[in-house]
């Protein structure tokens, strides 16, 4: 079977008239082949009673998995409308502890514990409860419990006879963890070896050595960087002595660097939140004031700035020409030499150079690209301007600025990077108007002076 | 083992120092531990000569290895300068498929024709041939061969061992695809559910027939949004009827999503290509140029229309402190609206909303943050400005380049994807370049009438 479903407003409209004719057995026609994420997709365009009525109709196992999927806004009104005993045996009981933990650790603390009070089986709960106590955005926030561990001196149909007893609850299983009688990490196995050796083959002499894992305070977005150059489908979680806790997949960090990119691209493009464009508008206006007044702000010092000049421009009116020319410049010479440092920041290809080589070379290019721009603006302003002082302003502004937005643009992610402090903020709102602003203060500066020198306006 | 290979310049000089002097162990006591994507970012640093010579000591398991790991052009300067037949039997031979293929398809049509003439293995040579065919950006150009199929009348133990036979040359195994006699695809089975099995149960009573596939021309990023929805790690690839012809793998769809999300960051922030903070400074001027020269044949165009209201300003010169203001609002506005378009379609989250009730959507959005805006930059004006025309006319005018902006930047984004170009591009310069110009004239036409209505002066 080829996947091609797609949500349409017509389907969405076909199960709004079922659910409200409180026909069962046509609703679940019409959904029960679908994967869990596409049910899920239907939910997040329904509202909370008609996705009730639905999510009763399914088995265990698939609303567990519904749950999963679901939009963390619609998830979360859904489950407090919920009963706990509920949620707990009906749902978290099917679910890896992962995702149990990622579900449960989204909802008020009260409603936490009556969940984990529900639970009865004791292993799941402590498990859920152990994730539940690290942060979200690090390694042991991303792991699940849900690992094969064999000892290093059993033979092939032991540890065959271990993922047997292990492995019922586990439904993605593709490595087998080796450790030695402490639990610490060893090694490791494919299902494919273990498939293809003998029976009393020992598992030391099948495992390989060289085991990549983490520990739990590792960032999320390391875990990431690691995964991915390293091309791993799982990675286990050590503890600080190397003792196995978990394992994290990668799925759940392919959601991790989804996150990444698109909180990276968020800041650059000036909003403030996770939005889409099928939010509600007063989410997606509260996303996008924030930056709209700091440019506002920024606009307001700008007029502040060229009010200073004003009776400069009632002499020289051509002045204000290339106003909006110099400050766009400054603005996006400013966003690309940050830009490359955020992204090569993001995907760990920053390379090996010092912060003074960078800053060597990215003054290189700017005095490339600002020598460029500005000898095509001067013999443009040569034809096109009747007054000396004004070329020679604007091809000199221009120069300066791109070389200034190109220093000021690298230092300040490098910086903030340095701190700790997430480097993207520098592609933000704040430092492009700063950029916008003393371009502007640059311009009319020069253009006091070079009118001076070469008209004799003595302002 | 925990990995934390952090290459540094002191490594890298090191290693240098111990190629200059041929000393073969030593440099080999340094990198043979290494992980080949570490040794290939190590290679990333050498020039070519000196990345030859580590390059010989490596095995060639490990050496195809670090080849894959190397970025396209360190890559592909390296292979030009290394005999076919080196490659074909040493590099070629010890890789999965579609690896050879994305390697070999890089390289000019003659030195492609004479590695395959060298590959003995006559099977993966017509492997690497057939995905030479597909455009490296469809599911067909993701795909490698090497998966293995059952048949759905056998049983567990003839089908393990089918994946001895088969399995020996594939380093990532987790599922087995279930086919019929024709080849058909019909369903999979994990290693786990194979293990866990009595070997006389029959394939057909185990296998999952709610596989997901796509077709060879299903383009790369359907497929990452597939993998990424449904959770994928492997994903099977059909022709036109069903017939299973290879499988893609979720490291190479990281990577697509990795590019994906690059290029989109690439063009809102103004690069045109894909470049890393390390790269030259030939090249870095060169991704930046492009924009640079949009925005100066923008700025050059708005000192047109500026100048076409020179003697408003000579008047009224304080038409000239909110030139800036206006003028970066509309590009902001522009920005945010088609970023969230942009972002919605890469994820898929773009939801089953009209185009007509998303514009009046972003109409409302525009109106709420317009309406904010101009007011405070109304009451601003109201008590520091002294003309009224000005403090009308500004507020007036922004009001209207956020609603505008809002629209345009919503519609464009559409109309592109709907043409099937890349939606992304309008959130380049282009675009926020001609929001700006409009946002211009508007307010000095604005201003004009406002002038003459106040302040009863005639231009």
């Known amino acids: 079977m080829?996947?091609?479903?797609?949500?349409?407003?017509?389907?969405?409209?076909?199960?709004?008239?079922?659910?409200e004719a409180k026909d069962e057995q046509g609703s679940m026609a019409l959904?029960?082949?679908?994967?869990?994420?596409?049910?899920?997709?239907?939910?997040?365009?329904?509202?909370?009673?008609?996705?009730?009525?639905?999510?009763?109709?399914?088995?265990?196992?698939?609303?567990?998995?519904?749950l999963i999927e679901l939009e963390e806004d619609v998830r979360e009104r859904f489950l407090l409308a919920t009963p706990s005993e509920i949620i707990a045996k009906e749902y978290i009981n099917e679910m890896d502890s992962d995702d149990a933990a990622d579900i449960i650790g989204d909802l008020p603390e009260e409603k936490q514990e009556e969940i984990?009070?529900?639970?009865?089986?004791?292993?799941?709960?402590?498990?859920?409860?152990?994730?539940?106590?690290?942060?979200?955005?690090t390694a042991g926030g991303l792991m699940g419990k849900e690992y094969v561990a064999v000892h290093e001196d059993w033979d092939v149909s032991k540890s065959v006879q271990e993922i047997r007893r292990q492995a019922?609850?586990?439904?993605?299983?593709?490595?087998?963890y080796v450790v030695n009688k402490d639990n610490y990490l060893i090694g490791f196995i494919s299902l494919k070896d273990l498939i293809l050796s003998d029976d009393k083959q020992v598992v030391k002499t099948l495992s390989k050595s060289d085991v990549i894992s983490v520990r739990t305070e590792t960032p999320a977005e390391e875990v990431a960087v690691i995964m991915e150059k390293y091309n791993l489908v799982t990675l286990p979680v050590v503890d600080n002595i190397g003792r196995l806790l978990g394992r994290i997949t990668i799925d759940d960090v392919v959601d991790v660097m989804r996150e990444e990119?698109?909180?990276?691209?968020?800041?650059?493009?000036?909003?403030t939140s996770d939005v889409?464009?099928?939010?509600?508008?007063?989410?997606l206006t509260k996303a996008r004031l924030p930056w709209l007044l700091i440019g506002l702000l920024g606009g307001i010092l700008g007029a502040q700035v060229i009010s200073q000049y004003e009776s400069d421009l009632a002499i020289y009116p051509e002045m204000a020409f290339f106003i909006p020319l110099i400050a766009a410049m400054g603005g996006n010479v400013g966003i690309q030499s940050s830009s490359i440092i955020v992204q090569s920041l993001a995907n760990n290809s920053l390379g090996i150079e010092s912060t003074a080589?960078?800053?060597?070379?990215?003054?290189?290019?700017?005095?490339?690209?600002?020598?460029?721009?500005?000898?095509?603006?001067?013999?443009?302003?040569?034809?096109?301007?009747?007054?000396?002082?004004?070329?020679?302003?604007v091809?000199?502004?221009?120069?300066?600025?791109?070389?200034?937005?190109?220093?000021?643009?690298?230092?300040?992610?490098?910086?903030?990077?340095?701190f700790k402090v997430d480097p993207a903020l520098a592609t933000g709102p704040f430092i492009t108007t700063v950029n916008d602003i003393l371009g502007l203060l640059l311009y009319l500066m020069i253009g006091r002076y070079m009118y001076m020198f070469f008209e004799g306006v003595n302002i």
Chains 1, 2 share one sequence.
Not at 31 to 50: G, Q
Not at 168 to 173: A, G, K, S
Not at 363 to 392: P, Q, R
Not at 403 to 408: D, G, K, L, R
């Open 261 to 271: 990119a698109e909180k990276d691209y968020q800041l650059i493009s000036g909003i």
């Open 31 to 66: 959904i029960s082949e679908l994967h869990p994420a596409d049910i899920a997709e239907i939910f997040d365009e329904l509202n909370t009673d008609e996705a009730k009525f639905l999510y009763m109709l399914l088995d265990g196992e698939k609303s567990a998995d519904v």
């Open 395 to 418: 091809s000199i502004s221009l120069f300066t600025v791109i070389i200034f937005a190109s220093v000021f643009g690298t230092l300040i992610p490098l910086t903030l990077n340095r």
């Open 357 to 393: 080589r960078k800053l060597l070379k990215e003054l290189s290019v700017g005095f490339m690209n600002g020598f460029i721009c500005s000898s095509i603006l001067l013999i443009y302003n040569i034809f096109m301007s009747d007054t000396t002082a004004l070329t020679i302003t």
């Open 168 to 176: 019922e609850d586990i439904d993605e299983l593709y490595y087998v």
């Open 116 to 137: 984990l009070s529900h639970i009865e089986d004791i292993e799941h709960v402590g498990d859920i409860a152990d994730l539940l106590n690290y942060d979200e955005d």
């Open 2 to 19: 080829e996947k091609n479903f797609k949500l349409t407003r017509e389907f969405i409209n076909q199960i709004e008239d079922l659910i």
């Open 276 to 283: 889409e464009s099928s939010d509600k508008i007063f989410q």
